[in-house]
C-alpha cells in the first residue's frame, strides 16, 4: 500500500472518531473509498464550522478548501515518506516493513483547517 493510501486511511480512521463526537456517521457508498472520504470529509467541516463561534463569516467554500489543503498535506508527506524510507533502508539495511508512520491531526478553528503532523 502507498504511503498515500496509509495516510488517507489514517484520515479515515481520525475522521470516523470525529465524525461520532459530531453526531455524525461516515456514510460508505458504491463510489468508493476516496469519494467516501471526501464526502464525509466535508460533511465533518461543515459541522466543525456551524458549531464554531469564531467562523461563521465562513460558507462552504472554506470546507471545500479545507479538504483541498488536508489532501495536499497527506500528499506532499507521502512523497516525503517515500523518499525518508529509501534513505533509511539504504543507510540501516532494514526492510521499509519495518518503518511505520503514523501522522496526528490537529483542527486549527481560527484559519478552519486541519494540520497533519
Known amino acids: 500500500m502507498s504511503y498515500l493510501n496509509q495516510f488517507m486511511q489514517q484520515w479515515?480512521?481520525?475522521l470516523k472518531s470525529e465524525l461520532a463526537d459530531c453526531?455524525?456517521?461516515f456514510i460508505t457508498t458504491e463510489d468508493?473509498?476516496?469519494v467516501?472520504?471526501?464526502?464525509?470529509s466535508l460533511a465533518y467541516f461543515r459541522c466543525l464550522r456551524t458549531i464554531s463561534n469564531t467562523n461563521d463569516h465562513l460558507d462552504e467554500s472554506r470546507d471545500d478548501l479545507a479538504?483541498?489543503?488536508?489532501?495536499k498535506q497527506l500528499k506532499a508527506k507521502?512523497?516525503?515518506?517515500?523518499?525518508?524510507?529509501?534513505?533509511l533502508v539504504a543507510t540501516?539495511?532494514?526492510e521499509a516493513s519495518q518503518i511505520e508512520i503514523r501522522l496526528n491531526f490537529s483542527y486549527d478553528e481560527e484559519q478552519h483547517i486541519v494540520f497533519s503532523s
Open 12 to 14: 479515515k480512521a481520525h
Open 23 to 25: 453526531g455524525l456517521r
Open 32 to 34: 468508493g473509498d476516496e
Open 36 to 40: 467516501d472520504v471526501k464526502t464525509n
Open 67 to 71: 479538504w483541498v489543503m488536508l489532501e
Open 78 to 87: 507521502a512523497e516525503m515518506a517515500e523518499r525518508g524510507t529509501s534513505s
Open 92 to 94: 540501516l539495511h532494514i
